[in-house]
């Protein structure tokens, strides 16, 4: 293991760096999970896609209806923070969610393992006011996002693959 010690000046200069790319920034293509809210995200260029901020209704919807995928209660499990991201599609009159989940740390083996290889990864879809429609992620991720979401959707979270898809996708 190496240790870098970084002098006083060194850390100005780190933490003016952090400041500047931070303010560089911006929500629209940051993941849905600032406060809950009724607001509205601004409209990609496109205006096809919409990133909406998810409310803490939408983040229970969400949540019970992958527990209810995986047959397990919503206690033996957590949202990871930052990971949700929710928009709308005005062309299909479509909703979409990606968020993931991880085990409580009490949880048995049995339950942990299905967290495994992209089962932590809910993909969510609900038309109209009807019901959310939830599939479980998998891997590797630029396989398996492109066959849930249109990429309209992925393109306005930034989510879009930049390489090209792993052999037998």
Not at 6 to 29: D, E, F, R, W
Not at 83 to 96: D, E, L, M, N, P
Request: with cysteine.
């Amino acid at each position: 293991m190496h240790v870098m010690r970084i002098g006083p000046g060194m850390a100005v200069a780190l933490g003016l760096l952090t400041a500047v790319g931070v303010s560089g920034c911006t929500a629209s293509t940051a993941p849905a999970s600032a406060p809950a809210t009724a607001s509205r995200a601004p409209a990609t260029a496109s205006g096809e896609v919409q990133n909406l901020i998810v409310s803490a209704a939408v983040r229970s919807e969400l949540i019970a209806a992958y527990a209810a995928l995986r047959h397990i209660p919503t206690s033996d499990m957590y949202g990871v923070p930052g990971s949700v991201y929710y928009a709308y599609q005005r062309a299909r009159g479509t909703y979409w969610a990606l968020a993931k989940y991880e085990p409580v740390s009490s949880d048995p083996q049995a339950v942990t393992v299905g967290f495994q290889d992209g089962g932590s990864d809910g993909f969510f879809k609900r038309t109209g006011s009807g019901p959310w429609q939830v599939s479980l992620g998998g891997e590797p991720e630029a396989c398996t996002q492109p066959r849930f979401f249109p990429q309209p959707v992925l393109a306005a979270w930034a989510l879009l693959p930049t390489a090209t898809p792993p052999a037998g996708c």
